[in-house]
């Protein structure tokens, strides 16, 4: 029975991915609207939107296509007071389901155990303590999720597939702004009054965990104040 079992799974796995890679191809002139009602349709319930709060952008996107829309959003106890306010400000006003995930350490907790200022000392652990095995576990009940992702934002993130497969989580990966611009982004918040995170009127153009975040200079990707001066350029989750 449990060999049976296995290798249902895994069937649904290739089933998941061929529709993935399928849909990448199919999907790459879509609208984003379009791109998400794709992923509504194929997934449901078992679909959710991740955000940092930097803004409300996609999770306002998908909630025009599906409102009530599950909302994810990853607490790691080192966010800026604004990005919490953002994520009470999302919770309260939209049509879409907020849920907060925290990790299973407080930062106290993690101070103690592996020293203060892990995130100075060591960004990848503490990334990967903080987010990474966070959203792994918060993802369990979904099969697809989509992401804020755009190729304009970083050379890393040039090759942003609209659709794609998540070999690591073994999910379907959906990035429906991947070819929007920042003026894109910009004309969709005044156009519908989406809720933005103020750091981005204070020179962030990126916004994360607060000891690894800055402020970016002029001719700066929009990256470029995330682990400044580090090699580093993703946080592991992407």
């Not at 940092?52 to 607490?75: N, T």
């Amino acid at each position: 029975m449990t060999t049976v079992r296995t290798e249902n799974a895994e069937a649904e796995v290739e089933r998941l991915k061929g529709l993935a890679e399928a849909a990448g191809r199919e999907l790459e002139d879509a609208s984003a609207l379009e791109i998400l009602s794709w992923a509504v349709e194929n997934f449901g319930e078992r679909f959710c939107v991740t955000s940092s709060m930097e803004d409300a952008v996609v999770a306002h996107l998908a909630s025009r296509v599906r409102p009530g829309v599950d909302v994810v959003f990853l607490d790691t106890g080192y966010h800026f007071p604004e990005t919490i306010g953002t994520r009470d400000a999302v919770d309260a006003v939209m049509d879409v389901n907020v849920i907060t995930l925290t990790p299973r350490q407080s930062v106290a907790e993690q101070d103690a155990e592996y020293g203060p200022r892990l995130h100075d000392r060591d960004p990848d652990l503490c990334c990967a303590l903080r987010k990474v095995g966070l959203l792994q576990d918060g993802l369990t009940g979904y099969d697809a999720w989509a992401t804020g992702l755009r190729r304009d934002e970083s050379p890393t993130r040039a090759g942003t597939p609209v659709v794609g497969w998540d070999e690591k989580r073994r999910k379907v990966k959906v990035s429906p702004i991947a070819r929007w611009t920042q003026e894109d982004v910009d004309a969709y918040v005044t156009e519908h009054g989406v809720l933005t995170n103020p750091l981005l009127m204070d020179g962030y153009a990126s916004v994360g965990c607060a000891p690894c975040t800055r402020r970016v200079l002029a001719g700066e990707d929009a990256r470029a104040g995330r682990w400044a001066g580090r090699a580093k350029t993703e946080c592991g989750l992407h």
